[in-house]
């Protein structure tokens, strides 16, 4: 029900804007999550922001480059990247959950397939 997208290679320095439309049809109560995983390593948290979009963090490696946003309209949430680089590479996945909750992957209910990032030096 959730569906990344916006992925691909671009070299360190660039941006990239990750989208994630989902046919939940009370998306607009869910909180979402925004993670990450590369090969060998257990999947880590990125950026949260809650069902109403007042409140939003990212984790201290992404701090200050990347914005985690919705549009409910769209049933859309964005992980909007600048400053890429090349530790950035990973699958990104999406996440939603009614009672979700940061960094804690139980408290999600629904993941995304996961859309490749790659930062090249």
């Known amino acids: 029900q959730l569906v990344e997208s916006g992925g691909g290679s671009v070299q360190a320095g660039g941006s990239l804007r990750l989208s994630c439309t989902t046919s939940?049809?009370?998306?607009?109560?869910?909180?979402m999550g925004w993670f990450r995983q590369t090969p060998g390593k257990e999947r880590e948290f990125v950026a949260h922001?809650?069902?109403?979009?007042?409140?939003?963090y990212v984790s201290n490696s992404v701090l200050g480059r990347f914005t985690i946003s919705r549009d409910d309209a769209k049933n859309t949430v964005y992980l909007q990247m600048n400053s890429l680089k090349p530790e950035d590479t990973a699958v990104y996945y999406c996440?939603?959950?009614?009672?979700?909750?940061?960094?804690?992957?139980?408290?999600?209910?629904?993941w995304g397939q996961g859309t490749q990032v790659t930062v090249s030096s």
């Open positions: 922001i809650n069902w109403s979009g007042t409140s939003a």
């Open positions: 939940i049809l009370t998306f607009g109560l869910y909180a």
């Open positions: 996440a939603a959950g009614l009672s979700g909750s940061g960094d804690d992957q139980s408290s999600y209910n629904y």
